[in-house]
């Protein structure tokens, strides 16, 4: 079993910058995929952005490339997302999740582990 466990986020102005981080725990994260999606209120929970943990590979919601870096650490077990130019609609809780198996997946349903979430405000 993978624990993950989010940290980051919070208030910020519009334009502005914040760090997310997801350790996760319980056994190494030694392949698979590790994903941020977010949720905004009455909006369906969104992908974001995922990296390949063995190959490093990234992938990125078009809503936000360019903007945003997903990356690894693996020897901290610890993806993290850092969102520049954050905007208003940037505004949601954010979920790290993970699955086992290599494969670019945009759909929630097919990752087996989740954080608990982090809230990001953007002010305008």
């Known amino acids: 079993q993978v624990q993950l466990i989010e940290s980051g986020g919070g208030l910020v102005q519009a334009g502005g910058s914040l760090p997310l981080s997801c350790a996760a725990s319980?056994?190494?994260?030694?392949?698979?995929?590790m994903a941020w999606f977010r949720q905004a209120p009455g909006k369906e929970r969104e992908f974001v952005a995922g990296?390949?943990?063995?190959?490093?590979?990234?992938y990125y919601a078009d809503s936000v490339k360019g903007r945003f870096t997903i990356s690894r650490d693996s020897a901290k077990n610890t993806a993290y997302l850092q969102m520049n130019s954050l905007k208003p609609t940037d505004t949601a809780v954010y979920y790290c999740?993970?699955?086992?198996?290599?494969?670019?997946?945009?759909?929630?349903?097919?990752?087996?582990?989740w954080g608990q979430g982090t809230q990001v405000t953007v002010s305008s």
């Open positions: 999740a993970a699955k086992d198996y290599p494969g670019h997946r945009t759909y929630h349903g097919v990752y087996n582990y």
């Open positions: 319980g056994r190494t994260f030694s392949s698979g995929v």
């Open positions: 990296i390949d943990w063995t190959l490093g590979n990234t």
